[in-house]
């Protein structure tokens, strides 16, 4: 992508685009911020009587933004972010929706649902298996088609979210 092209492809001169955004990084952080906005809202509308069931909703939401929107996602999640560094994301609380996962399962902890694991690394568990498996089914690695992945989904984060249980706990 050249700001060039980019500025062809809709419609402006090259300068015009360059008076908006000083160069592609500018661009490519507004797009990344724009989806992530949109990803704080569709994770603000969750509501769940559980932490694990807000867990399992939030996956899905999570599996419906990447399918629905594509190029969001790809902006939000794919898109090389140095400045937006996990553990330093979640330690500050910089992210609504990273927040919210993560007391979610802080509240399962309290409630004696979940095991005494770092939240963190629960999360990050959680979170990695749902945005690996969307990368290996965007990368055509999954045959059956969208139904039967959502199936494949939805029982290895049913999965994950047991393995967090304390023992003798059921979900």
């Not at 994301?89 to 992210?95: Q, T």
């Not at 004696?112 to 990368?135: K, T």
Request: proline share 5%; aromatic share 10%.
């Amino acid at each position: 992508m050249s700001m060039r092209n980019l500025a062809g492809d809709i419609g402006l001169t090259a300068m015009a685009l360059y008076r908006h955004y000083p160069d592609k990084g500018s661009i490519l952080r507004a797009l990344t911020m724009d989806a992530l906005d949109e990803w704080a809202r569709c994770v603000e509308a969750i509501e769940a009587a559980t932490p694990v069931k807000w867990l399992e909703k939030e996956s899905e939401a999570f599996l419906d933004f990447a399918l629905k929107t594509p190029r969001r996602f790809e902006a939000a999640f794919l898109l090389s972010a140095p400045l937006r560094d996990l553990p330093r994301v979640i330690d500050e609380g910089l992210s609504p929706p990273l927040n919210k996962a993560v007391a979610a399962i802080r509240q399962g902890q309290r409630d004696g649902l979940f095991c005494d694991e770092p939240p963190f690394s629960m999360f990050m568990n959680f979170w990695g298996l749902a945005q690996g498996l969307i990368s290996l089914y965007r990368a055509e690695r999954f045959s059956g088609g969208e139904v039967a992945f959502r199936a494949i989904y939805s029982t290895a984060i049913r999965r994950c979210l047991r393995s967090f249980l304390k023992e003798g706990v059921k979900s």
